[in-house]
């Protein structure tokens, strides 16, 4: 999934970075330019977004081959508005400060644009195959970020003399502006305002997101009964087997120990409130059902899961040759890391019910990041 679309603390990259430029009263409207098969996670990433200021996205529009020429059909959807000024801002960002976005708002001109910049302070070397080679000048070197602030027309006007030809001779909308003769302006920029790029990165942006975030641990236990069958389903994962595991769903026990540890993380009640056995509709249901509830009300709480960790009981079958598929699995159903997601197996020694191979047992232990605040809104 593009970056700009994973989750957040909760809700998507782009939600949060959309969300920053709207904090500014004055910027009165927001495109996104995305790739045409985005429009869903686009789709997605506005409804998260409070809807104070939803009211001020405008429709996306589908951008270009490169950078540069996604920037110009972005720059193009805006021609009949001719705002004043138009920022340029990479949604992989996603939070820009208040401060920042004003510094270059207010350094625009008529003829003047303006770009956040950190000097650099690191050493710097042009490395040679692995090894030191020559000591570069840091003196005057600065590290870029967005929002890129420029008067519409006379940036219009740049984008069209290069033309569409042109525009993959620059790296930047800062050397497209220049180049036409507008002078661009350094403003400050800001450490937090960091570009997601790595997955690492998601981690470090959560503590900027949401600082008051704090661990919050839940467990889940299941049982489920061998009966006639010919698999059974363990974590999503379906395994061929002699017998059957019983239940009112598809009885994976897995499953529903994880889906219990993430609703004890959110002291919100358990799998059988939620999902009644009574209920005739998830007869038979996959379980991924509840999985995916529990992780809905995880993002409805603006948390997000930072680690979980299954043990399943039993005997037979071999959980070994069918953990990694299982992990891949939960990857995709909870939306996070396969690092972040533990599977493990044992037997109980051929004691108790699950010994003589009556049925199989399963434990979970979820970790979720929940705001501070969440528990006295929940209390
Ligand atoms: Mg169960």
């Known amino acids: 999934m593009p970056k700009q679309f994973r989750q957040l603390a909760g809700r998507p990259v782009l939600t949060w970075a959309i969300e ?50 996604s920037v ?13 000024i138009v920022l340029i801002h990479d949604g992989a960002r996603p939070r820009p400060g208040t401060r920042l976005v004003a510094r270059v708002v207010e350094a625009v001109g008529p003829t003047t644009g303006a770009v956040p910049a950190i000097a650099v302070t690191d050493t710097l070397n042009r490395g040679s195959d692995g090894h030191l080679g020559e000591p570069v ?24 003399s290069v033309g569409p ?20 302006q350094l403003v400050a920029g ?12 998601l981690e ?17 236990f299941d049982v489920h009964r061998f009966g006639p069958g010919d698999h059974v389903t363990l974590c999503g994962v379906a395994i061929a087997h002699p017998n059957g595991l019983m239940g009112h769903s598809d009885a994976d026990v ?22 009644p056995p009574s209920d005739e509709r998830w007869k038979g249901a996959a379980s991924s059902l509840f999985l995916d509830d529990a992780v809905r009300r995880v993002a409805a709480r603006g948390g997000r899961i930072a680690h979980v960790d299954v043990t399943l009981i039993c005997e037979r079958p071999k959980i070994g040759p ?42 979970a232990v979820a970790t979720l990041m929940l705001a501070e605040s969440d528990e006295l809104d929940h209390g």
């Open 72 to 84: 110009f059909a972005g720059l193009q959807s805006l021609r009949s508005r001719a705002p004043d």
């Open 20 to 69: 920053a430029l709207l904090a500014d009263a004055r910027i009165d409207g927001v495109t996104a330019v995305i790739a045409a098969e985005d429009r869903a996670d686009h789709d997605r990433a506005i409804d998260a977004l409070d809807d104070g200021r939803s009211v001020r996205v405008r429709a996306p529009v589908v951008g270009g081959e490169t950078r540069q020429h």
């Open 165 to 184: 030809d042109g525009l993959a001779d620059f790296t930047d909308d800062a050397g497209i502006a220049a180049a036409s003769g507008l002078d661009v």
């Open 322 to 363: 069918h953990r990694e598929a299982m992990r891949l699995r939960l990857a995709e159903l909870l939306g996070i890391g396969i690092g972040r997601i533990g599977i493990k197996a044992t037997t109980t020694e051929g004691l108790g019910f699950t010994g003589r191979g009556e049925g199989i047992a399963a434990q």
């Open 204 to 220: 470090k942006a959560a503590r900027i997101v949401a600082p008051n975030h704090l661990p919050h641990i839940g467990q889940g």
């Open 254 to 275: 897995g499953l529903h120990a994880l889906t219990d540890a993430i609703l004890g993380a959110l002291a919100d009640g358990d799998i059988g409130q939620h999902f």
């Open 190 to 201: 800001e450490e937090r305002n960091m570009k997601i790029t790595g997955s690492g990165d």
């Open 137 to 160: 000048a840091r003196d005057g070197l600065y590290r870029i970020q967005t929002p890129q602030g420029f008067p519409f027309a006379a940036l219009f006007h740049a984008f069209e």
